[in-house]
């Protein structure tokens, strides 16, 4: 089955488009190569780069200063690790 990207308007198969279950036929509306490039351009501009860094930085500090966040991070990082551990990862 075929699909044109939004942006390039080239028909691709659905597998070079990025699944995402909230659309109708369950894939993104840019392929894959489209979205790689948006987002490498995104990047690219350090005002974008360090915006997102304060972003992260601000909500990581909110949600360990409560203990009910600090319980959330712990569980995630434990399941990650055993997650690894059990795929086969040298360091878990």
Request: glycine share 4%; hydrophobic share 25%.
């Amino acid at each position: 089955m075929l699909k044109q990207c939004s942006r390039c308007q080239v028909l691709k198969p659905l597998e070079d488009f990025y699944r995402k279950a909230r659309n109708p036929d369950g894939r993104q509306r840019w392929c894959s190569q489209c979205a790689k490039t948006v987002k490498a351009n995104y990047l690219a501009n350090p005002e974008n780069l360090e915006k997102n860094r304060a972003y992260a930085r601000k909500h990581r500090e909110a949600l360990l200063s409560t203990a009910e966040g600090r319980e959330k991070v712990r569980q995630y990082t434990r399941m990650y690790y055993l997650k690894r551990k059990q795929e086969g990862h040298k360091n878990g």
